[in-house]
């Protein structure tokens, strides 16, 4: 059965630190794997990854994929309280389907 | 540019009341079409997904169904709600860059 976990389940930063929120999967016929940011409504889209090593970036937020060790990380450098969201990431099937982690929720305090 | 449009965006229902939640998807063809739901605090889960018109795949049997009438609307039904179907429910498509893309979503709670 295909499968994201998610860890931390949830963490609580000052403003200005550095976190990392992890993703690992088993999905099958992996072709990709997917962050999110979701605030109060619906996911917004931050980066999709497909080739192990290569790091994505935007502004603060990077991410990069593992596909030996079956895992990503999204880091935020320099957290402001924006940032305060649960993050998701999910893992795209060969046959169409996304399957989602139950998300990181991360709070950032003044 | 693309755009997903669902609604409504918020709807109260006594149990055993039907439902109906459409999601219409702009600026692309042949789009593959998903509906998630997403219980408070929890993640989201994969209830149907479509790859055309007439093709839909069923991931959680339950009292819901989906229809996809045209290439670009995707409808989630039920004809009888229970307590359980509360949640808040999400629309997405993706096309060709695998990228997946979400409604505004729509906040249904069943009394």
């Known amino acids: 059965e295909d499968k994201v976990v998610q860890s931390p389940l949830s963490l609580v930063v000052h403003e200005g630190d550095t976190v990392t929120l992890n993703c690992s999967y088993e999905?099958?016929?992996?072709?990709?794997l997917l962050w999110y940011k979701q605030e109060k409504k619906a996911p917004t889209f931050l980066f999709m990854l497909?080739?192990?090593?290569i790091e994505k970036k935007s502004g603060r937020l990077s991410s990069i994929l593992d596909k030996k060790e079956l895992f990503s990380i999204l880091n935020i450098t320099a957290t402001q309280t924006g940032d305060s969201a649960v993050y998701l990431c999910?893992?795209?099937?060969?046959?169409?389907?996304?399957?989602f982690g139950t998300g990181t929720r991360l709070k950032v305090l003044a | 540019s693309q755009t997903i449009h669902q609604w409504p965006a918020t709807l109260v229902q006594p149990v055993g009341s039907p439902l109906s939640l459409e999601c219409t998807v702009e600026?692309?063809?042949?789009?593959?079409l998903y509906w998630y739901r997403q219980a408070a605090g929890r993640g989201l889960q994969l209830l149907f997904y479509?790859?055309?018109?007439?093709?839909i795949s069923s991931e959680v049997p339950q009292n819901l169904s989906a229809s996809r009438p045209q290439d670009r609307q995707f409808i989630l039904s039920s004809k009888k709600l229970l307590l359980s179907d509360s949640g808040f429910y999400l629309c997405?498509?993706?096309?060709?860059?695998?990228?997946?893309?979400f409604g505004e979503g729509s906040r249904l709670t069943v009394l």
């Open positions: 999905v099958t016929n992996f072709r990709s």
């Open positions: 479509s790859v055309g018109i007439g093709q």
């Open positions: 997405a498509w993706s096309g060709g860059t695998g990228e997946l893309f």
């Open positions: 497909t080739s192990s090593g």
């Open positions: 999910a893992g795209a099937s060969g046959t169409y389907k996304y399957i």
């Open positions: 600026g692309t063809s042949n789009p593959n």
